[in-house]
């Protein structure tokens, strides 16, 4: 009696094992993050000369960003630290101005475009109060990354949400001497400001 039982119940027990084994895998499928788009992407740089005012600006950014899978929504998820990692990189030789191509020239020239063709930021940790995140990461520009805190405004949109943000920042600090021209008269301001925003969806 006692070797009929034994096999019986071992056959009981690996069934159930292979029963549960499609949950199992579903569980464990959803810890791991989901990768969202991101559309609407602009990156601007703003600064002023003894000249006037100009801004250089580019749609041509990659940004990656990845959340823990959630019901409870993407506002929610992020709202609760769900966000894993977010990086963005653009190509500097995409910035663009409204002052043609002289004015881009110099600001691919000035940024050294050729040796640093890339302007980046990467994630490590952010808070959020309200509507208004704050993040720090690394910003990597001519060469040099540095520790950084910016500052952005969450808006929820069908299908997603937007961020809008700005950083002030000494083009000196990232070794970049600003730029002279038209033989000296006109001369830009060290100070610039990096204006972004973009929308993410799952």
Same mark, same amino acid.
């Given at each position: 009696m006692k070797r009929t039982i034994v096999p019986a119940l071992s056959s009981a027990l690996l069934w159930s094992c292979l029963a549960f084994l499609p949950a199992l895998a579903r569980a464990g499928s959803v810890a791991e993050p989901l990768t969202l788009t991101a559309t609407s992407?602009?990156?601007?740089?703003?600064?002023?000369?003894?000249?006037h005012g100009w801004r250089v600006s580019t749609g041509a950014v990659t940004v990656t960003a990845r959340v823990e899978k959630s019901v409870s929504g993407l506002l929610q998820e992020i709202s609760g630290g769900g966000l894993k990692g977010l990086?963005? @990189?653009?190509?500097? &030789?995409?910035?663009t101005s409204t002052e043609g191509s002289g004015m881009?020239?110099?600001?691919?020239?000035?940024?050294?475009? &050729?040796?640093?063709?890339a302007i980046s930021f990467s994630l490590k940790s952010y808070r959020l109060e309200g509507?208004?995140?704050?993040?720090?990461?690394?910003?990597?520009?001519?060469?040099q990354t540095k520790p950084v805190t910016l500052t952005g405004?969450?808006?929820s949109e069908e299908g997603g949400l937007s961020l809008k943000g700005s950083?002030?920042?000494?083009? *000196? &600090?990232?070794? @970049?001497?600003?730029?002279?021209?038209m033989f000296g008269t006109i001369h830009v301001a060290d100070q610039v400001?990096?204006?972004y *925003?973009?929308?993410?969806?799952e």
């Open positions: 992407v602009q990156v601007g740089i703003e600064g002023q000369s003894t000249l990086d963005l @990189v653009l190509g500097v &030789d995409s910035l881009d020239k110099n600001m691919h020239k000035t940024l050294e475009s &050729d040796k640093f063709p509507l208004t995140v704050t993040a720090q990461g690394d910003l990597g520009i001519h060469g405004l969450l808006s950083y002030p920042l000494l083009m *000196s &600090d990232y070794g @970049v001497k600003p730029p002279v021209m400001k990096i204006v *925003s973009f929308k993410l969806s």
